[in-house]
């Protein structure tokens, strides 16, 4: 069964030890907040991890979807606990909620991304150049998916679409209709991993159910007042489609917050990096330098101000996140040396008492 899963010759030699160890292979499939279900070669499982996993895992740690796992299993219960996970291919990271420095997995060994946005108000480049950046550096493939194209009267002009893109594939869909669903899954080959990546009533779940040709996903309408989304995906999921690709339904998110994604950010901004390194000074600031580059395209109308302004933006919070993990590192590291310099004194003290 895990080979529908994209388990492989290269996969089987990774897992060795764990083998020797007695352990079966699975791939986590759902990740909910009380736990995972897993596919194995005896199906599907319920899982948790083990304590030591559980001990030992910082956040980007903890299982995910798309993982794969060394399980101890208990058929008679159909459950298992996960004891490791086997090293990541590829994994689409974001900034956690809760914290500014903690990176949370979203799915992981993925062959492509897609950025879903719906060609209704949810439309807007600078969300989907975030969404781009985090794409780029995960490893996998972006593919930007417009979809609702049949709730707009008119289709998008050439250079518009390129530029939402930033070089990446655009793929226009309406799944209600059946539109464009061969060219999106002529990006996904038998076998590899794609993960939905988009706001909240892009139409994620209704595109996965177009795909599998059922009714599999809960999904709900937009609200016709704002056109704002609904949350109807409660969790995260893989799914095998009948061509042999699989799909991770993900949760809709407003935004997604970056962590260590300069060469992400590099790959969608690359026309502004270029541009900048035509400046007349290496480190041209980019504000009343003479012989600046930027600031000529600015002029001149050849740079969207407004994509200059988002490029500054991700790559003042990327250098605020980095800044925050530095001081926090420095902190930990303080902690220890003081530790060891009141162990140290109190050494001292008790080799004074026994003289």
């Known amino acids: 069964m895990i080979k529908h899963y994209g388990w492989s010759d290269l996969l089987m030699r990774a897992f060795e030890p764990h083998a020797r160890a007695g352990h079966t292979p699975g791939r986590v499939v759902v990740q909910q907040r009380d736990g995972y279900l897993v596919a194995t070669d005896e199906g599907e499982l319920r899982a948790k991890p083990s304590g030591r996993l559980r001990h030992e895992a910082r956040e980007a740690g903890h299982p995910a979807v798309g993982d794969w796992v060394a399980l101890s299993t208990n058929l008679v219960e159909r459950t298992a606990t996960i ?61 930007v998916v417009l979809t609702k194209s049949d709730l707009r009267a ?69 609200r016709e007042a704002d056109d704002q989304g609904r949350h109807t995906t409660s969790h995260r999921q893989l799914v095998l489609l009948p061509g042999g690709g699989l799909i991770v339904d993900t949760p809709g998110v407003r935004e997604v917050g970056l962590i260590d994604a300069d060469e992400g950010l590099s790959a969608v901004f690359e026309d502004i990096e270029r541009l900048a390194e035509t400046c007349r000074f290496n ?64 050494t001292k003290r008790d080799d004074r008492g026994a003289d």
Not at 158 to 168: N, P, R
Not at 200 to 218: H, I
Not at 286 to 297: K, S
């Open 283 to 346: 480190d041209c600031g980019h504000a009343n330098e003479p012989g600046c580059a930027v600031r000529a395209a600015l002029q001149s109308g050849a740079l969207d101000p407004d994509r200059w302004a988002h490029f500054q933006k991700l790559g003042l919070e990327l250098a605020a996140v980095e800044d925050k993990a530095d001081r926090a590192a420095r902190d930990v590291e303080r902690r220890r040396l003081a530790g060891l310099q009141k162990k140290y004194r109190a």
């Open 83 to 143: 004891h490791a996970i086997l090293p990541r291919r590829t994994a689409f990271v974001r900034r956690a909620a809760d914290s500014a420095q903690t990176p949370q997995v979203v799915a992981a060994n993925i062959d492509l991304a897609f950025i879903v946005t719906s060609m209704n108000a949810d439309l807007n480049p600078r969300r989907i150049e975030r969404y781009l950046a985090a794409a780029w550096q995960s490893g996998a493939r972006p593919v």
């Open 154 to 222: 008119e289709p998008l002009p050439q250079a518009e679409l390129e530029a939402l893109a930033a070089g990446c594939p655009v793929v226009m869909v309406s799944a209600r209709q059946g539109l464009g669903l061969e060219a999106l899954l002529a990006h996904l080959a038998p076998g590899e991993t794609c993960v939905l990546i988009g706001s909240s009533g892009v139409g994620k779940s209704t595109l996965v159910n177009a795909l599998l040709g059922e009714e599999r996903m809960a999904t709900q309408a937009i």
